[in-house]
DNA sequence: TATTAATTGAAAAGAATTCTCATTTAGCAT
DNA sequence: ATGCTAAATGAGAATTCTTTTCAATTAATA
């Protein structure tokens, strides 16, 4: 996924292709791992200073329902973004907030939970594993 | 787990049994779901009107610390309080918010990312379901 | 180039959580 | 019972995060 093919995809939903746009798309695209809505307006603001977080905000909410970019719940409630490349889920250091991302999903699990509740239309998932990375747990000893 | 148990493990712990305390596990222990802080609040102000959310927040945390209430947070970011019964997950739906727990972990999913992992020390995981609960599809329809 | 609806910036408002500090109180030792 | 002391509380201020408002700007179309 590169930037003109996201761009394209905005196009197609009538959205307008506005640099601030673009400039969250491109640290979006180069994040190599989810970020908060203030560390992306820190970074779109190192090119276009004067963007606030009120168009943060709304752009993520406008690329979250269009599918392109997914919000991850961290431990104590902070939220972060990036772009739906493909689903996957993140490794999250408790002691450096460094979150390392991986394809698994826990399938056999949401295939039970389905079969015991057949009334419920599952939509969606998420799935997060905290710990100590090894670089945190040589600092603490 | 009733709240005599959970008195003693207070007072083990050398922590003051104060009758706030007291009222926010009784409103833990007769909870159903998870609680949010504001509704925790608004429950222990049926005894004790000037309980104020500063007390609730101090009491949640002192319980997460001794390992007796666990936090889930939810998508949007809200963070929801529970006794530590036994380990379980949440199928949560998107349309009233009520949540529904289910004892199984998605055990397989962790030992996979253990193994591929050797230096992450892992701490804990968290696991939860959306979509739309019978009466909400009835709703929607 | 003009028009128009979508988008933005800036600031205010709202919600959730944490902090501060003077006052109160549970638990312990008289 | 009473007094002592550290812990806990109430009330409100302060933070932080997120959403909303509205006038001004701008991308896209004719």
């Given at each position: 996924?590169?930037?003109s093919?996201?761009?394209?995809?905005?196009?197609?939903k009538g959205l307008?292709?506005?640099p601030?746009?673009?400039q969250?798309?491109?640290?979006?695209?180069?994040?190599?791992?989810?970020?908060s809505?203030k560390e992306?307006?820190?970074?779109?603001?190192k090119?276009?200073?004067n963007?606030?977080?009120g168009?943060?905000?709304?752009?993520?909410?406008?690329?979250?329902?269009?599918?392109?970019?997914s919000?991850?719940?961290?431990p104590?409630?902070?939220r972060?973004?990036?772009?739906?490349?493909?689903h996957?889920?993140h490794?999250v250091?408790l002691?450096?907030?460094?979150?390392?991302?991986?394809p698994?999903?826990?399938?056999?699990c949401?295939a039970?939970?389905?079969?015991?509740?057949p009334?419920f239309?599952v939509?969606g998932?998420s799935?997060?594993?905290?710990?100590y990375?090894?670089?945190?747990?040589?600092?603490?000893?």
């Open positions: 996924m590169n930037l093919d996201l761009l394209t995809g905005l196009k197609e307008k292709l506005t601030q746009r673009q969250i798309l491109r640290v979006l695209l180069a994040a190599e791992q989810p970020l809505a992306i307006g820190i970074l779109v603001n090119r276009f200073p963007v606030g977080l168009t943060v905000y709304r752009t993520l909410d406008t690329l979250k329902q269009l599918g392109l970019v919000e991850t719940v961290f104590g409630g902070g972060r973004y990036e772009l739906c490349r493909e996957r889920h490794l250091c002691g450096c907030g460094r979150a390392v991302a991986f698994f999903c826990p399938a056999d949401l039970k939970i389905a079969a015991a509740n009334d239309d939509r998932h799935f997060a594993v905290f710990g990375c090894g670089e945190c747990r040589k600092a603490q000893a």
